[in-house]
Nanobody, 114 residues
Framework: QVQLVESGGGLVQAGGSLRLSCTASGVQFRIDAMGWYRQAPGKQRELVAAITRGGTIRYADSVKGRFTISSDMAKNTVSLQMNSLKPDDTAVYYC????????WGQGTQVTVSS
């Protein structure tokens, strides 16, 4: 069973930066894509950024130019560099990995104060 462990969340002031990291273990089938989603209170979970094994990257419009996703598929890791953070970025951030199924991490809280 694939397990995803996230790290790097925390509290930061608006305009600050955070870096999230995620490592997948127990991988038996090739991971084809990894990404980050977030869920704010009272809102649906939404895609933040995703990257495929082939290097295709997708960002939510709200984070383009501020967030950068990177990965090492050989090591089953993915990171999210978040710059120029805004209070609207406050949410629980989840790592996801797609192989035969989609696997989720437990989530890490990111809080941006104004």
């Amino acid at each position: 069973q694939v397990q995803l462990v996230e790290s790097g969340g925390g509290l930061v002031q608006a305009g600050g930066s955070l870096r999230l990291s995620c490592t997948a273990s127990g991988v038996q089938f090739r991971i084809d894509a990894m990404g980050w989603y977030r869920q704010a209170p009272g809102k649906q979970r939404e895609l933040v950024a995703a990257i495929t094994r082939g290097g295709t990257i997708r960002y939510a419009d709200s984070v383009k130019g501020r967030f950068t996703i990177s990965s090492d598929m050989a090591k089953n890791t993915v990171s999210l560099q978040m710059n120029s953070l805004k209070p609207d970025d406050t949410a629980v951030y989840y790592c996801a990995a797609e192989s035969l199924t989609t696997n989720w991490g437990q989530g890490t809280q990111v809080t941006v104060s104004s």
